[in-house]
């Protein structure tokens, strides 16, 4: 390939190497000039261009990506279209990301101009996270290197998705005086949420002593409970293990089982105990397990519920990276510090509170006095559908009311929600996020503001929010998008509350998201982030009937 600047004359048919503003327009990087654009660019007065010409042997930034990409194996994973030598893979289920650092390293040395970047190795991913990028660094390379890429892609698996496999999961929690209710009430929640992404369940939770022949007959009847899928046994004890001897190890093996492993390189996680009894796997989980924290015992229960094989060779593996800091590297919970009754440090998850936006007039509906929230989709008004929504992701929503509240109410009626009026709803939107926020409550570490009036936002979609919320630690804004426009429901973080309450008129959030200097993290919930219904037109189109 031939690159560097030329006398325009001599320019067409070469490759644009920088892009170019125009009165009318912009010309591209990468654009193939024709005799239009040569003829643009000299009306602005350039008189050299920077071009890149290729050889005989050279492809196309954007032609090599895609050839790249083709040795790939698509199991589990799409593609994006390769533009200006990009093409990025995403993740196309929830599942278990594992990379072959070998085969990456070896297609990274090829050709300092073809690079491959992917998460690390064994990171759980949702379905739609980018999982690796393929980028071509100039505007062509030679093909030979292109296909020597591909051919190491094509030998094996660079990278991969293993899908999630829902199990049904027992939970056996030993009792002690020194172990509250509560904590292992919360234990109980915490696992709930850890198995949520991979579509298993708790399916039955029991409480024994701490002792070995109570904690083994706990196992041996867990074995006997009839399920049609996969089962798993998680052991909390009410007591750290200290020895292969101890309690829950030896209860696995007076049950029939064996102990596969104890202990683990991972901190926290350390005191882990791996076992199996026939073909279910036995997880005596350590007492960070009760944190929703990422800890050894995720790394292991991941691998397990994505069908990998776990013993102690993997799990002596685990070092490198085992020093586990406060970074979010997954999709986990995350939780904020609290003092206990003890003085002792405890973690609470943190409270997204869902804020439902249903005061405004809709001065857009005409003249017939249609309200559009009252508007039935499959026999449920609009209203009550978008809050069932926000129930579903999240306990205790708030509604906000304002236009014809009294019907706004009673489409509610029966659901386990926080009602407020805005009595200033007439002056727009500003005084009813003030009053969302104000009865979210001072424990609130973020409000997902969620407008009443969009019928595609799924319990899914704002699950998807509020985990991104929680990984970053609650210190980010976490907004929908589509197709990189950004869109609604958003959440805002607690270090926003007080600049929401300075708002006035019919003005959103946006100005403080854009002022605030905090990150902002898009989500792709799809078209729904765009869909709100303001017209007729637009609720007979999305499948709704006007009622009231």
Known sequence: MRFGPVPLGDAEEAILAHAVVLPEGRLAKGTRLGATDVAALAAIGMDRVVVARLGADDIGEDAAATLIAAGLAPDHMTFSPASTGRLNVHASVDGLFVATRDRVDRFNRIDPAITLACLADHVAVRAGDMVATIKIIPLAVDRRSADEAAAILGEGPAFAVNPFIPRDVTLVSTLLPSLKTQVMDKTRRVLEDRLRRSGSRLLHEVRVAHEQGAVAKAIRDAMAQPSARSRLVIVFGASAVTDRDDVIPAAIREAGGTVDHLGMPVDPGNLLVLGTLGDIRIIGAP??????????????????????????????????????????????????????????????????????????????????????????????????????????????????????????????????????????????????????????????????????????????????????????????????????????????????????????????????????????????????????????????????????
């Open 287 to 548: 007492g960070c397990a009760r944190s929703p924290k990422e800890n050894g015992f995720d790394w292991v229960l991941d691998r397990i519920l994505a069908g990998e094989t776990v013993g102690a060779q993997e799990i002596t593996g685990m070092g490198v990276g085992g020093l586990l800091a406060e970074i979010p590297t997954r999709p986990r919970p995350r939780a904020r510090s609290e003092t206990d009754g003890n003085g002792f440090q405890a973690m609470s998850p943190l409270i997204v509170r869902p804020v439902v936006l249903a005061a405004g007039q809709a001065s857009r509906m005409g003249t017939a006095g249609h309200h559009k929230l009252l508007a039935t989709f499959d026999g449920v008004p609009l209203v009550r559908r978008t809050t069932a929504v926000a129930l579903a992701a999240s306990p205790a929503p708030v509604v906000v009311t304002g236009h014809r509240a009294g019907e706004i109410r009673e489409a509610l009626s029966g659901l386990d929600l926080v009602l407020v009026h805005n009595e200033d709803f007439a002056s727009g939107m500003a005084s009813s996020l003030i009053a969302g926020l104000d009865a979210a409550g001072p424990e609130a570490d973020g409000m997902l503001v969620l407008l009443a009036d969009m019928p595609g936002v799924t319990a899914d979609d704002l699950r998807r929010l509020i985990a991104a919320f929680e990984e970053q630690g609650g210190r980010v804004v976490v907004r929908a998008v589509y197709g990189g426009k950004r869109g609604n429901p958003v959440i805002l973080p607690r270090a926003l509350f007080p600049a929401l309450r300075t708002l006035e008129g019919d003005v959103g959030a946006r100005h403080v998201i854009e002022t605030g200097g905090l990150p902002v993290v898009d989500v792709d919930i799809g078209p729904a982030a765009h869909l709100d219904l303001d017209t007729p037109e637009a609720i007979a189109a999305a499948g709704g009937v006007l009622k009231g």
